[in-house]
């Protein structure tokens, strides 16, 4: 099947815009910034000629009434949501496409997944309610009353709590959102496992002004890294979700600065340490520390 058509080329994505300019100065400049280097001089001719032009326009306005519609997507890009919607995620943020009998541009059980944990949510039926409740919370600042039952508890309890910010791990392949419980009289950051949220309500409490998600305090490590068996794709790869900066220093050798939340140190350590000697950590003292006990433990280990 065609996947493209002319109609999305830039051209046309062009006129759309310039449409619904009021001005040849708007014009000129929508067409210099972007349009082809020949763009410019070439469309201005065909808006403004009377003879040859387009007749699109009249005194250097649009003679639309009403503007433009939207572009039809593309088989590509059908092809491409009829996948996505298939993803187990999908039903926590939107509903379904009407995309009729388009075939799926891949299928998700083509997708291998490595190095996650066994454990995952399962992200359909009263879960993805929850997820949608806890988005519509965020964007709205509410306050809700959330039912909780931590894992190995027998009974849930009753929370007032305002999310504030969702996370999704994909390493666990889980969420979690963050936000203020109310503790007495007094509100304190807390962590909530999505998975164990049971009810999720509107409270009949007025949002906090003025409350927002502030980031943590980061750590941060600094390592050498060698370059030997793609070992600078790989830490580019495995450490994706840290905010990182990569520096060469030398003939495949790299000082690699990586961001991290303290509470997330343990599972950076490991990784770390899964690179062997291709990375080296050379500060802070205090994870060095870090490396040398949890070698010393390794060692020891193996000796049984």
């Known amino acids: 099947m065609e996947l493209f058509s002319e109609i999305h080329s830039l051209y046309y994505q062009l006129m759309t815009q310039l449409l619904q300019t009021k001005t040849a100065a708007e014009q000129r ?5 972007n349009g082809f280097k020949e763009t410019p001089f070439e469309m201005s001719a065909y808006l ?10 009249k005194d250097n306005r649009p003679i639309l009434k009403h503007p433009p519609k939207a ?32 075939e799926p541009l891949f299928n998700w059980q083509d997708v291998h997944y490595f190095d ?35 894992a190995g508890k027998k009974q849930a309890t009753t929370h007032l709590f305002q999310p504030l910010k969702l996370e ?25 496992n999505c998975s164990d949220i049971q009810s999720l309500e509107p409270a009949k409490y007025l949002p906090i002004e003025g409350m927002v998600w502030s980031q943590p305090r980061l750590c941060k490590i600094v390592c050498h890294l060698i370059d030997k068996r793609s070992a600078l794709e790989r830490a580019t790869f495995h450490f994706s979700n840290y905010r990182k900066t990569v520096e060469r220093i030398g003939d495949n050798q790299y000082r690699l600065t990586i961001f991290y939340e303290k509470k997330d140190e343990t ?25 040398k006990e949890r070698l010393i433990r390794q060692k020891k280990l193996s000796h049984f």
């Open 29 to 33: 400049e929508l067409l210099e910034q």
């Open 116 to 150: 996650q944990f066994v454990s995952e949510d399962s992200f359909t039926g009263a879960y993805a309610q929850i997820i949608r409740k806890l988005l519509q919370s965020i964007t709205n600042q509410q306050v809700v009353q959330l039912e909780y039952k931590a």
């Open 267 to 291: 599972e950076l350590l490991i990784n770390v340490l899964s690179f062997g000697a291709r990375m080296k950590v050379v500060e802070p003292d205090s994870f060095i520390q870090l490396v």
């Open 71 to 102: 572009f039809p997507l593309t088989k590509l890009e059908k092809a491409w949501l009829a996948a996505i919607q298939q993803e187990q995620k999908f039903a926590c943020f939107s509903e379904p496409f009407d995309l009729g009998d388009y």
């Open 168 to 192: 999704y791990s994909a390493k666990n392949n889980k969420f979690r959102v963050l936000g203020k419980r109310k503790t007495g009289r007094s509100w304190k950051t807390v962590t909530f």
């Open 48 to 57: 403004t000629e009377d003879k040859d032009g387009w007749h699109l326009t």
